[in-house]
């Protein structure tokens, strides 16, 4: 007969150990309420896994104010503007002249790092690689959560609230029934192929380049490694392109007649992002609440993934303390639609800049060039760069 599965309580049990549920960890912990994280994959899974590296003013500020470290700011580097580059033109956008903030280059596996640290630091209950994970009686006062830990060991954690920070293959989303929630969902006809590359930067800012070949994004991390991405098909295989391939790819995606050329050197990392634009509502079913990815995802142009993520969070946890420090339900009642204000938002900046910017294979002469008529519209007017540049750095959190 199998052992027992062990008895946990605590107060909130938070599905998903990537930056969305460690920051929630931790301002819960902050404010005294008690939590447990679990994650299927392993620390050093998601410390290197590649994802953006844009963040937002409020999120920078979030991890520095609630005391996660300063590393974002002393590591990360401040971009004050990107550049919009379309006809082989650059228009540079600047975001301290037309809204007084910037945004960070900082990648999330750094933020993951730096959250995972504190949480270590602080004491912080969160259990990596667990296996075989279910979420139980989720309308009931006592949800319950199975899982099994490293060791093999199975348990059942009993809480009064479970959060679902577990990324778009979200299985807390998954135990919400079909017919209490609405799955809003649109697939795009293209991918990003990224790249990491060992050479000095090519640009001391972001690139976001539309070209007749399809749009390309010129990124950096440090002085020198370079995230570069390309429009693909999403059924690429990268491994079937030599550098020499890319290179070439990219380039032509920049060529312009200021001879703007990529400084080049070794790839050391090649991989297909998916490209789609989903959200679940309500982001709550019962005792279940879904912060993140489980909740919806954007397409990457733009980056504004991790930053939605950690804007629900700044909200969930505000209506947790609420309730667990007052008995008060009325910011839990409000959560779903509180987040979902933002992310719709988000929603439609990302399938804006992303259809502003890529090209279709059957695009008509009509298409490309009412696409050039608008980035126009955004580069040479005032009001068109305000409102990019509000939404790239991030409108204030609640
Ligand atoms: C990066 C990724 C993005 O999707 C983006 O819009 C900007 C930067 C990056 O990985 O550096």
Not at 128 to 144: I, M, R
Request: hydrophobic letters at 40%.
């Amino acid at each position: 007969m199998a052992a027992p599965r062990r008895r946990l309580t605590t107060t909130v049990g938070i599905v998903g150990g990537g930056p969305a549920g460690l920051m929630l960890s931790h301002l819960l912990s902050r404010a005294g309420i008690e939590n447990i994280v679990l994650e299927k994959r392993s620390h050093e899974t998601i410390r290197t896994t590649q994802r953006a590296g844009i963040l937002e003013a409020g999120s920078v500020k979030m991890l520095t104010d609630t005391g996660v470290n300063g590393r974002v700011v002393t590591e990360g580097h401040r971009h004050e503007g990107i550049d919009l580059r379309f006809n082989g033109v650059s228009h540079r956008l600047d975001f301290q002249d037309l809204v007084c903030e910037s945004v960070w280059l900082y990648p999330q596996n750094e933020v993951f790092v730096d959250l995972a640290a504190a949480r270590k630091r602080d004491g912080g209950d969160v259990r990596f690689s667990v296996t075989d994970t279910q979420v139980l009686d989720l309308t009931s006062d006592e949800p319950k959560i199975y899982f099994t830990d490293d060791a093999g060991e199975d348990f059942e954690l009993h809480c009064q609230l479970v959060v679902g920070a577990d990324g778009s293959q979200s299985i807390c989303r998954k135990a919400i029934p079909a017919d209490v929630r609405s799955d809003h969902f649109i697939a795009y006809p293209f991918a990003w192929f990224g790249i990491l590359t060992e050479a000095p930067p090519s640009a001391p800012e972001l690139i976001y380049a539309n070209s007749e070949h399809g749009f390309a994004l010129i990124s950096q991390r440090s002085g020198m490694v370079q995230r570069m991405y390309f429009q693909c098909d999403p059924d690429e295989d990268p491994s079937t392109w030599s550098d020499e391939q890319i290179w070439a790819e990219l380039q032509k995606r920049v060529d312009g007649p200021d001879g703007f050329t990529l400084k080049r050197g070794p790839i050391f990392e090649k991989m297909v992002l998916p490209f789609r634009s989903y959200v679940c509502e309500p982001l709550r079913y019962g005792n279940l609440f879904l912060a993140g990815d489980a909740g919806h995802t954007v397409p990457p142009t733009g980056a504004k993934g991790l930053n939605l993520a950690l804007a629900d969070v700044a909200v969930l946890a505000k209506a947790i303390e609420s309730f667990a420090t007052h008995g008060d339900h009325a910011l839990l009642d409000a959560y779903s639609d509180t987040a979902l204000e933002r992310v719709w938002k988000a929603q439609n900046f990302s399938f804006w800049m992303t259809s502003m910017l890529h090209s279709r294979a059957d695009q008509s002469s009509f298409e490309r060039k009412r696409i050039l008529g608008e980035l126009n519209s955004v580069a040479t007017s005032r009001f068109g760069q305000q409102y990019l540049a509000e939404a790239y750095t991030g409108w204030p959190h609640g």
